[in-house]
């Protein structure tokens, strides 16, 4: 009952979808998370705390499938026009802002354990302009507690077999929409729960 309201409440911050699946089905993959820092590389590796090197990667999620029960998965699938503008940023911004409202409507419920996962790095989408993390720099809170969050990617977990165990239809990027309609794009969210907490 609890897990409906959660997902509710997903849908009514705006996701596209959202379902629940056991933590245990949550798919990482070491070779992922290497792409952060080679083959491409990500402009992002090392400059923000929720970032690789400075995340657990995927040894440490793997811990974390064993003290978690579930995983919450949401996503929005917006136009692919939108996905390759200059709106790109606000549409991650979102994804971590909904991860961080889910993260605290799940706390709310007594799950007070939830943990919030993105995609994207939080210094490209909070912290462009700053000179540097405040949290890596200084060693002081982050500037966006109530919003940023990790990205999923540097943890290793395989973002589209994600989507695909939690039977959340997923629109790839480059593909004609449905009935040749508009093209658009997803991306995906996490937030783990315990339901001992
Ligand atoms: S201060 Fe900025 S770059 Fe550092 S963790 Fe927070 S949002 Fe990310």
Known sequence: MLFEELTASAKSLGASDAAIIAASEIPVEDHLADFCRK?????????????PPHVSGPAGFRKLQREFSHG?????????????????????????????QIEALAKGLGFSDARAFAGGSCRRIFCPDQKDCRV????ERCRYPDSARPSMSGF???VSALM?????????????GEDNGMKMGTVCGLVLICSDS
């Open 39 to 51: 083959n491409p590389g990500c402009e992002n590796y090392r400059l923000s705390m929720s970032c």
């Open 72 to 100: 919450l998965v949401f996503s929005f699938t917006v136009p692919e026009e939108v996905l390759l503008s200059e709106r790109r940023p606000e549409i991650f911004q979102k994804l971590h802002e909904t991860g961080a």
């Open 136 to 139: 890596l720099k200084k060693g």
């Open 164 to 176: 695909k165990r939690a039977g959340i239809s997923m629109e790839w990027m480059g593909q004609p």
């Open 156 to 158: 290793g977990i395989d």
